[in-house]
T-cell receptor
């Protein structure tokens, strides 16, 4: 596709429910990132996928958070038993693996837990 | 390991004044350096990047940054701030070989009339 696509753009969920967020990276990009951005805050790294390597999950805040990516395509971020503190914008980015090219960001999914 | 430090989570300048946003990095190998901008309620977009060659890099909207290896810095500047520059700015470092890009915590720029 022309850019990184995330869906849904907005999600309101009840506390305790599970949610699934989707990211379609730019075709051919081997690297994919998930970040969390709370209101008025910076980027909080969650997870990094690079090709077929084991993902870097060092940023996942708890075992309620998980993410999958099949090959170099779509990724899903799942949050189980959502809590109010999970409310944030979840950003996905993709890039090539050459390092000298920028990451392209999606518009994000705004998650509100009520 | 690589890291990025942005000095000042908030910077306020008057319209027409110099903008200086500071970024220092650490890297054991030659880094690639980036500045991204996030306008209110929008996604992040690339402002400029340094990979190799000229150490003074020009980006969009009149911004530029200079890679100073001796100071491990990549500060972002603009000679004259405009109200439309109010945004969040993120510095980032990466390297070749499939390593993840590391982002700084961000600096929010306020521009006063």
């Amino acid at each position: 596709g022309a850019g990184v696509s995330q869906s849904p753009s907005n999600k309101v969920t009840e506390k305790g429910k599970d949610v699934e967020l989707r990211c379609d990276p730019i075709s051919g990009h081997t690297a994919l990132y998930w970040y969390r951005q709370r209101l008025g805050q910076g980027l909080e790294f969650l997870i990094y996928f690079q090709g077929n390597s084991a993902p870097d999950k060092s940023g996942l805040p708890s075992d309620r958070f998980s993410a999958e990516r099949t090959g170099e395509s779509v990724s899903t971020l799942t949050i189980q038993r959502t809590q109010q503190e999970d409310s944030a914008v979840y950003l996905c980015a993709s890039s090539s693996d050459r390092g000298n090219t920028e990451a392209f960001f999606g518009q994000g999914t705004r998650l509100t837990v009520v | 390991a690589q890291s990025v430090t942005q000095l000042g989570s908030h910077v306020s300048v008057s319209e027409g004044a110099l903008v200086l946003l500071r970024c220092n990095y650490s890297s054991s190998v030659p880094p690639y350096l980036f500045w991204y901008v996030q306008y209110p309620n929008q996604g992040l977009q690339l402002l400029l990047k340094y990979t190799t060659g000229a150490t003074l890099v020009k980006g969009i909207n009149g911004f530029e940054a200079e890679f100073k290896k001796s100071e491990t810095s990549f500060h972002l500047t603009k000679p004259s701030a405009h109200m439309s520059d109010a945004a969040e700015y993120f510095c980032a470092v990466s390297r070749t070989g499939g390593f993840k890009t590391i982002f700084g915590a961000g600096t929010r720029l306020f521009v006063k009339a």
